[in-house]
T-cell receptor
Framework: DVKVTQSSRYLVKRTGEKVFLECVQDMDHENMFWYRQDPGLGLRLIYFSYDVKMKEKGDIPEGYSVSREKKERFSLILESASTNQTSMYLC???????????FGPGTRLTVT | AQSVTQLGSHVSVSEGALVLLRCNYSSSVPPYLFWYVQYPNQGLQLLLKYTSAATLVKGINGFEAEFKKSETSFHLTKPSAHMSDAAEYFCAVTLNAGKSTFGDGTTLTVKP
C-alpha cells in the first residue's frame, strides 16, 4: 500500500512564526502536491512538484514556499504565518501522467 | 482550462436508499475523472476512476459512476446507502501532468 505521511496531525503556531510542514511518500512517485482545504472551498492547490528540485505554483501560492531536495520528501513552508493561513493542509503524491493521487492524513494548522 | 462542479454541497439519504452525488466537468480535451472520499479527520482516498476505457466504472464499497460525454457528467451512485458511507465526497478532473482540479465537495449524511 502507498503510504503518505505528514509530520504533524495538529499544529498551533503564533502569527509571524516560520512554519514547516513535512510530507514523505514511500512509493517512488514523481509528483507531489500540497493543498489546503477549507469548508465550502474544496481543495485548493498551493504548489506541486514533478521532480526533485522542481516546483510549480498552484492556484494559491502566495505566502507559501516549498522544497523538494529528495524524491520522497516535499516540504511546505510558511515564511511568516498569518491567521488567514489557519486551515487543513493535505499532502499528496502520484505517478506522472493522469494517475490518481494518494493523500496523507492532513495537518490541521491553527495560527493565533 | 478544466473545472468541476459538484451539485449540492449536502445530500441526505436514509439507510438503504439510493445514493446519487452529481458531478459535471468542463474540459477542452478528453478528461480523466476521479471520485475520492474523505472520512472525518482523514485524508482523501480513491473511490474510483475513469480513464477512457469503460464508461461505467465500478469502485470500492459498492459505488459506481457513469461517464456521459454528451452531458459532461460523472455522477456517483450506490444502490443502497449504509451508515458507514457518511463522509465527504470529491470529484476531480485531471488532464495531464498529474495535476487535478477538485470540486468543492459533497457531504453525505445517512439517516437511520
Amino acid at each position: 500500500d502507498v503510504k503518505v505521511t505528514q509530520s504533524s496531525r495538529y499544529l498551533v503556531k503564533r502569527t509571524g512564526e516560520k512554519v514547516f510542514l513535512e510530507c514523505v511518500q514511500d512509493m517512488d512517485h514523481e509528483n507531489m502536491f500540497w493543498y489546503r482545504q477549507d469548508p465550502g472551498l474544496g481543495l485548493r492547490l498551493i504548489y506541486f512538484s514533478y521532480d526533485v528540485k522542481m516546483k510549480e505554483k498552484g492556484d494559491i501560492p502566495e505566502g507559501y514556499s516549498v522544497s523538494r531536495e529528495k524524491k520522497e520528501r516535499f516540504s511546505l513552508i510558511l515564511e511568516s504565518a498569518s491567521t488567514n493561513q489557519t486551515s487543513m493542509y493535505l499532502c499528496a503524491s502520484g505517478q506522472g501522467g493522469v494517475y490518481e493521487q494518494y493523500f496523507g492524513p492532513g495537518t490541521r494548522l491553527t495560527v493565533t | 482550462a478544466q473545472s468541476v462542479t459538484q451539485l449540492g454541497s449536502h445530500v441526505s439519504v436514509s439507510e438503504g436508499a439510493l445514493v446519487l452525488l452529481r458531478c459535471n466537468y468542463s474540459s477542452s480535451v478528453p478528461p480523466y475523472l476521479f471520485w475520492y472520499v474523505q472520512y472525518p479527520n482523514q485524508g482523501l482516498q480513491l473511490l474510483l476512476k475513469y480513464t477512457s476505457a469503460a464508461t461505467l466504472v465500478k469502485g470500492i464499497n459498492g459505488f459506481e459512476a457513469e461517464f456521459k460525454k454528451s452531458e459532461t457528467s460523472f455522477h456517483l451512485t450506490k444502490p443502497s446507502a449504509h451508515m458507514s458511507d457518511a463522509a465527504e465526497y470529491f470529484c476531480a478532473v485531471t488532464l495531464n501532468a498529474g495535476k487535478s482540479t477538485f470540486g468543492d465537495g459533497t457531504t453525505l449524511t445517512v439517516k437511520p
